[in-house]
């Protein structure tokens, strides 16, 4: 019932204000256990997506959405149940996504739509990263369920990582034929089948989505673009210090203060 309520009230509101453009609606079933593995861009995706399908789709969100105290801790929680999303315990890497295969498995065994990024954070420049294949694949072959490849387009735009007030503008959805891998049935534990499954995802995603692909982990360029720019601030610092050293001593007077200086109008001996 909260879902059906938040459903309307936001994905109206989301509907009417950024008229956001699909494709494919067709793929998704109408009933029945699938899986949507998107591209993720943007805070908002895991918002613009369920507002354009009738069913309801469960995503994870971290555990911090659900506990935080006080008013607005107690309506953000509101909120994120609200929209379908399930609370997950991020504090330890391993554990985070255990518990969010078994959340995956239990919404495709009781017949719902799961969605799932496989990129496993947001894009740091809006091109697509490697897939993550501990999560998609296993829920895939555990439940049999079909993979449903999505690809959110120019949500990046709407509300980029640290801006608060949404950009205006309409983001597309497209979605792809559902994929079939019960050819691997049985076979989860295998990281070979774990890893091809995940690639032919990511590939259609990338058809969809016509982003740049790049063949790394989103987590590895995370960090690879905070040390550049760490180390972009502390060049930036020593260059600032030297320069104002620099000017230091071109303010100094002539003969006054520096090594072998004599009195004004001596004579070295």
């Given at each position: 019932?909260?879902?059906?309520?938040?459903?309307?009230?936001?994905?109206?509101?989301?509907?009417?204000?950024?008229?956001?453009?699909?494709?494919?609606?067709?793929?998704?079933?109408?009933?029945?256990?699938?899986?949507?593995?998107?591209?993720?861009?943007?805070?908002?995706?895991?918002?613009?997506?369920?507002?354009?399908?009738?069913?309801?789709?469960?995503?994870?969100?971290?555990?911090?959405?659900?506990?935080?105290?006080?008013?607005?801790?107690?309506?953000?929680?509101?909120?994120?149940?609200?929209?379908?999303?399930?609370?997950?315990?991020?504090?330890?890497?391993?554990?985070?996504?255990?518990?969010?295969?078994?959340?995956?498995?239990?919404v495709l065994e009781g017949g719902g739509l799961f969605g799932i990024y496989p990129e496993g954070t947001r894009s740091p420049d809006g091109r697509l990263y490697r897939g993550k294949p501990g999560g998609l694949a296993r829920i895939a072959l555990a439940t049999g369920a079909p993979v449903i490849p999505v690809a959110m387009i120019d949500t990046e735009k709407i509300q980029p990582p640290g801006k608060v007030v949404p950009k205006l503008m309409r983001p597309g959805i497209r979605i792809g034929k559902p994929l079939d891998f019960s050819r691997y049935q049985g076979m989860e534990g295998d990281r070979f089948i774990q890893r091809s499954l995940t690639d032919e995802v990511m590939y259609e995603i990338m058809k969809l989505s016509g982003q740049?692909?790049?063949?790394?982990?989103?987590?590895?360029?995370?960090?690879?673009?905070?040390?550049?720019?760490?180390?972009?601030?502390?060049?930036?610092?020593?260059?600032?210090?030297?320069?104002?050293?620099?000017?230091?001593h071109a303010d100094r007077p002539a003969g006054k203060g520096g090594p072998g200086d004599t009195e004004q109008g001596g004579h070295a001996a």
């Open positions: 019932m909260l879902y059906g309520a938040m459903k309307v009230s936001i994905g109206g509101s989301l509907k009417l204000a950024f008229r956001p453009w699909v494709e494919g609606l067709e793929h998704v079933p109408a009933e029945g256990p699938a899986i949507l593995a998107s591209n993720h861009l943007s805070f908002s995706d895991s918002f613009f997506l369920p507002a354009v399908l009738d069913r309801k789709v469960t995503f994870v969100a971290k555990a911090e959405y659900f506990t935080t105290p006080g008013i607005k801790g107690r309506l953000t929680a509101a909120f994120f149940k609200g929209v379908g999303q399930l609370p997950v315990d991020r504090s330890g890497a391993r554990g985070a996504a255990e518990a969010a295969i078994r959340s995956g498995v239990e740049e692909y790049v063949d790394m982990y989103a987590t590895a360029a995370k960090r690879q673009i905070a040390e550049a720019a760490k180390r972009e601030a502390e060049e930036e610092k020593a260059a600032k210090a030297a320069a104002k050293e620099a000017a230091r």
